[in-house]
């Protein structure tokens, strides 16, 4: 219990101490220029009140990877822990608030366009395709997975088919049509829900006569029953706990909500702090399955004995604990989450193509031009086996934090701002996806040794690094010359 409140203590006090540091690195001002009033077209740029802005945020980026995520990942010992904790905090809020306010700067730009202007034409086309794919597999994923989780509390008329379609056309809708509308009406909504079923756990963990085993007393080794080699912390618990501690899918996100924003000093409480949010969100998550179980070797046998599925355990935990009204409610809170990811990264799919098309989204037809093939995409997507496309959608999230972190802190550089900030996340997350890739015993890895794979992200992140030192170097000498 004591290892929980000094987690939960300090993603707190992060928020309010280091959030504030990276604040002033960035310099966030009353007086930019906020394109939700210089481009307002009452379509995606538009003026909202920032509790709004914070839900839809909060909702964007938490889908099912702060619950699904911090279950799978917390099998791997207490490192998760301090995984969730420290990467909440130097990672993925760092990464969340310098990605938005960078949009805010670029006249809201999307994500392709931010990483494509700090690191090149090239990598902005890359980007562009990249962050495209990506957001369409989440589309896919999260129309899949509360279909299942609906399915299953409702009369068998009502399956899986009929549940498809209707998030599926929710979807269209929620792409199509002006931002303030359905999204920024039901959000709060969710938000309620998705609350409620956070704040009852934690209720439910620190005066239900739980004692947590979160087994620090023992160390940080490898509590993941299967197969070990397979499954070694450094990189897959990295690649498991991804929206509770940074995700490269919430920098595609982070642009949408700029364009909303009406002052710059309102990003770290909404970006940031969001991130935080998720995190402490985590965390709950994380304590509950092994307090629920009775310890890291129980929760794997339930997971080896439900067919590693988290759903299971997430409804049995809500049922258990918050009685059948509770019960329903939290997994209401748990539906909403991946639905509210869900159609807001095709929102977001559909702004990046405009974006790369220069075309005007004013109108229905234009949107629908752009929009229409995105959700044949999704459509054609929801055919591939669950299984295949959360892999895929796993190292390819990790994979565009990289991107976001290493175009952000080249802005720094460039802007002779503390690029430290993101420099050190940037080169520790390169490893992580490259060691994954590298070791990955599935379709999307290449099964190599984990020694290699783990040398090799190493390598790989050093050079990254020296030429980024080298761009730094350059920088500088322009610097003087002009002086």
Same mark, same amino acid.
């Given at each position: 219990?004591?290892?929980?409140?000094?987690?939960?203590?300090?993603?707190?006090?992060?928020?309010?101490?280091?959030?504030?540091?990276?604040?002033?690195?960035?310099?966030?001002?009353?007086?930019?220029?906020? %394109?939700?009033?210089?481009?307002?077209?009452?379509?995606?740029?538009?003026?909202?009140?920032?509790?709004?802005?914070?839900?839809?945020?909060?909702?964007?980026?938490?889908?099912?990877?702060?619950?699904?995520?911090?279950? *799978?990942?917390?099998?791997?010992?207490?490192?998760? @822990?301090?995984?969730?904790?420290?990467?909440?905090?130097?990672?993925?809020?760092?990464?969340?608030?310098?990605?938005?306010?960078?949009?805010?700067?670029?006249?809201?730009?999307?994500?392709?366009?931010?990483?494509?202007?700090?690191?090149?034409?090239?990598?902005?086309?890359?980007?562009?395709? @990249?962050?495209?794919?990506?957001?369409?597999?989440?589309?896919?994923? @999260?129309?899949?997975t509360p279909a299942d989780l609906l399915s299953g509390m409702t009369p068998e008329w009502f399956d899986r088919s009929f549940w498809i379609l209707i998030i599926f056309g929710y979807y269209i809708l929620a792409t199509l049509l002006p931002i303030d509308k359905l999204i920024g009406n039901l959000?709060?909504?969710?938000?309620?829900?998705?609350?409620?079923?956070?704040?009852?756990?934690?209720?439910?963990?620190?005066? =239900? =006569?739980?004692?947590?085993?979160?087994?620090?007393?023992?160390?940080?080794?490898?509590?993941?029953?299967?197969?070990?080699?397979?499954?070694?912390?450094?990189?897959?618990?990295?690649?498991?706990?991804?929206?509770?501690?940074?995700?490269?899918?919430?920098?595609?996100?982070?642009?949408? *909500?700029?364009?909303?924003?009406?002052?710059?000093?309102?990003?770290?409480?909404?970006?940031?702090?969001?991130?935080?949010?998720?995190?402490?969100?985590?965390?709950?998550?994380?304590?509950?399955?092994?307090?629920?179980?009775?310890?890291?070797?129980?929760?794997?046998?339930?997971?080896?004995?439900? =067919?590693?599925?988290?759903?299971?355990?997430?409804?049995?935990?809500?049922?258990?604990?918050?009685?059948?009204?509770?019960?329903?409610?939290?997994?209401?809170?748990?539906?909403?989450?991946?639905?509210?990811?869900?159609?807001?990264?095709?929102?977001?799919?559909?702004?990046?193509?405009?974006?790369?098309?220069?075309? %005007?989204?004013?109108? *229905?037809?234009?949107?629908?031009?752009?929009?229409?093939?995105?959700?044949?995409?999704?459509?054609?997507?929801? *055919?591939?086996?669950?299984?295949?496309?959360?892999?895929?959608?796993?190292?390819?999230?990790?994979?565009?934090?990289?991107?976001?972190?290493w175009a952000v802190t080249v802005y720094l550089a460039r802007n002779h701002k503390a690029y430290i900030v993101t420099l050190g996340p940037a080169m520790f997350m390169t490893a992580v996806s490259v060691s994954y890739l590298l070791f990955a015993r599935t379709p999307e890895g290449f099964g190599?040794?984990?020694?290699?794979?783990?040398?090799?992200?190493i390598i790989v992140a050093t050079v990254f690094a020296l030429i980024f030192f080298d761009y730094t170097r350059r920088i500088a000498k322009t610097t003087a010359l002009q002086n």
């Open positions: 219990m004591t290892s929980f409140l000094i987690s939960l203590a300090i993603l707190i006090g992060g928020y309010f101490i280091y959030g504030l540091f990276v604040d002033k690195v960035i310099g966030t001002s009353r007086t930019t220029p906020m %394109p939700a009033l210089t481009q307002r077209d009452d379509i995606d740029f538009i003026p909202m009140a920032p509790w709004r802005i914070f839900l839809i945020q909060f909702l964007n980026i938490a889908g099912l990877g702060p619950i699904f995520g911090a279950i *799978m990942g917390i099998m791997f010992g207490p490192a998760a @822990f301090l995984w969730i904790v420290l990467g909440t905090i130097f990672g993925g809020a760092v990464h969340d608030f310098l990605s938005a306010v960078i949009s805010i700067r670029s006249k809201g730009a999307s994500l392709p366009e931010i990483v494509g202007n700090e690191l090149g034409n090239a990598i902005k086309q890359v980007m562009r395709g @990249f962050s495209v794919i990506l957001l369409i597999l989440v589309g896919a994923v @999260f129309v899949l959000y709060p909504v969710f938000g309620f829900a998705l609350l409620f079923m956070a704040l009852g756990i934690l209720v439910i963990l620190l005066f =239900g =006569g739980h004692v947590i085993p979160d087994g620090f007393a023992d160390g940080l080794s490898n509590r993941y029953a299967t197969d070990q080699s397979s499954h070694p912390i450094f990189p897959m618990m990295f690649v498991s706990i991804a929206c509770g501690a940074i995700s490269g899918f919430h920098a595609t996100q982070s642009p949408m *909500m700029a364009r909303c924003l009406t002052n710059e000093k309102l990003a770290r409480p909404i970006f940031y702090g969001a991130m935080v949010a998720e995190g402490i969100v985590a965390l709950i998550w994380a304590a509950a399955a092994i307090t629920f179980t009775g310890g890291y070797e129980e929760l794997n046998q339930y997971m080896a004995a439900h =067919g590693n599925s988290a759903g299971a355990l997430v409804k049995e935990i809500s049922f258990t604990w918050l009685g059948t009204a509770g019960g329903i409610l939290a997994l209401l809170g748990v539906i909403a989450a991946p639905i509210s990811t869900g159609d807001t990264a095709l929102r977001s799919a559909r702004l990046i193509v405009s974006d790369f098309l220069h075309v %005007p989204q004013t109108t *229905m037809i234009k949107r629908l031009a752009v929009s229409v093939p995105i959700f044949i995409a999704v459509f054609l997507l929801m *055919m591939i086996d669950f299984n295949i496309l959360w892999r895929y959608f796993a190292w390819s999230n990790q994979t565009l934090a990289v991107f976001t972190l190599l040794d984990i020694s290699i794979a783990c040398g090799a992200g």
